[in-house]
């Protein structure tokens, strides 16, 4: 099992800079593949970045290319989403995800089989 808490959300103007932070319990993180996703009301959850067990590979929504970067450290349990040159259409509530099955750098919020409550992030114009 492992149990993911998100951190880090908040209001920002447009342009400006948020890192969200994702907390997991589990001896078993550092073998996992680690996502986030976000959800902005009345719309489907939508894929934003995945990094592999190791940090080595990563991979992003092409919306969010050049502005977000996910990190992770294994050593503290911790995975982290960078949010630079905000823009309002990036207001959403955040959730970070757990894939067991490392390696996939999957897109598909069905690959994650742990989910935490998620952050709320609200970018003013």
């Known amino acids: 099992q492992v149990q993911l808490v998100e951190s880090g959300g908040g209001l920002v103007q447009a342009g400006g800079s948020l890192r969200l932070s994702c907390a997991a319990s589990?001896?078993?993180?550092?073998?996992?593949?680690m996502a986030w996703f976000r959800q902005a009301p009345g719309k489907e959850r939508e894929f934003v970045a995945v990094?592999?067990?190791?940090?080595?590979?990563?991979y992003s929504a092409d919306s969010v290319k050049g502005r977000f970067t996910i990190s992770r450290d294994n050593a503290e349990n911790t995975v982290y989403l960078s949010m630079n040159s905000l823009k309002p259409e990036d207001t959403a509530v955040y959730y970070c995800?757990?894939?067991?099955?490392?390696?996939?750098?999957?897109?598909?919020?069905?690959?994650?089989?742990?989910w935490g409550q998620g952050t709320q992030v609200t970018v003013s114009s």
């Open positions: 990094i592999n067990w190791s940090g080595g590979s990563t």
């Open positions: 589990g001896r078993t993180f550092s073998r996992y593949d």
């Open positions: 995800a757990a894939d067991p099955s490392s390696g996939r750098l999957s897109p598909h919020s069905y690959a994650y089989n742990y």
